[in-house]
């Protein structure tokens, strides 16, 4: 019994070690500033549109939206993991670069405290299985005693083996260049449909990156070509930039049937034929029948009176 002490003295001193370690980690940390922690956050979620490359590290549109989505929920008090699980339901596990706790997956996550028991188990069986060389008949009773340096040093690399399996996985997706094969990548975009490319140009709009938010409207209308909500955000962000060529082509199909896109069109289409020198009150006037209380309303109806 005494012996038995012995072998596992060491291996619960490691593990009390280990434990308040992680405690004095988890206590003692102070909150990092929001950028470093959407920093965290976007390298553990893959970028839709890129090979391999996380959020952290892609500049393409919808990485920077991703990075404001993620801004804008960590303000919201969120949480990384609920900020992770957001992604996760709307682009698919996929999304998560790194290993998550459920499912087959949290044998990555319990390795480590099995390669310590199993390491704890093999001393201790060890202890009782062998013997020295029997020098007399009291000695046959008597199991060797190991030393317990070597059993404090066993102890800790079974510790550190075990510690090394997720963070050898999970460390590529974090850093995110490299990261992971394009499959992932690829099957994660065709997830992407034209209301999520919508969404995402709306988001860069208010960011006031119009250039990312037309690509993203265009990529909407390669997917869905009759969509009236791509067809009149791109209109609008046309207009906005000056480019009224194609504005009339794009919103002209959703200005006739009754839609919820409908009033936004009107007003699209009746700025451009004013900024290309066309008959436009006739277009403005619908568009106040239809939303008298529109934003844009009371500038509509002084720009009609000043005619």
């Known amino acids: 019994m005494v012996m038995t002490r012995r072998v596992w003295i060491p291996v619960l001193a490691v593990l009390a070690v280990l434990a308040a370690v992680v405690a004095l980690v988890l206590t003692r940390q102070p909150t990092p500033p929001l950028s470093t922690r959407v920093d965290r956050v976007a390298k553990t979620l893959r970028c839709p549109a890129c090979n391999g490359e996380s959020v952290a590290a892609s500049d393409t549109p919808i990485a920077r939206s991703m990075r404001s989505e993620i801004t804008l929920q960590l303000r919201k008090g969120r949480s990384p993991d609920q900020v992770r699980q957001w992604f996760v339901a709307r682009y698919g596990a996929d999304i998560v670069t790194t290993p998550s706790t459920r499912g087959p997956e949290l044998l990555l996550w319990a390795l480590p405290a099995g390669v310590l028991l199993a390491g704890g188990l093999v001393l201790l069986v060890r202890s009782r299985g062998h013997r020295p060389h029997v020098q007399d008949s009291t000695d046959l009773a008597r199991p060797r005693a190991l030393d317990g340096r070597r059993v404090l040093a066993a102890a800790v690399v079974c510790a550190a083996a075990g510690a090394a399996v997720p963070a050898a996985v999970a460390l590529p997706g974090r850093v995110g260049s490299h990261a992971g094969s394009s499959a992932p990548t690829t099957a994660t975009a065709d997830r992407l449909g034209p209301a999520d ?100 309303a009371p500038q509509v109806r002084r720009l009609l009176r000043s005619r």
């Open 197 to 296: 490319w919508v969404r995402l140009g709306r988001s860069l709009d208010r960011r006031g990156d119009q250039p990312g938010a037309e690509h993203a409207y265009r990529q909407a209308l390669a997917l869905a070509p009759h969509s009236a909500a791509a067809r009149t955000r791109l209109a609008f962000d046309l207009l906005r930039r000056g480019h009224l060529s194609s504005v009339e082509r794009l919103v002209r199909p959703v200005t006739g049937p009754p839609g919820r896109y409908r009033p936004l069109a009107l007003l699209v289409l009746g700025l451009a034929q004013r900024g290309r020198g066309e008959p436009f009150v006739a277009t403005l006037h619908r568009f106040l029948q239809l939303a008298p209380d529109h934003p844009a």
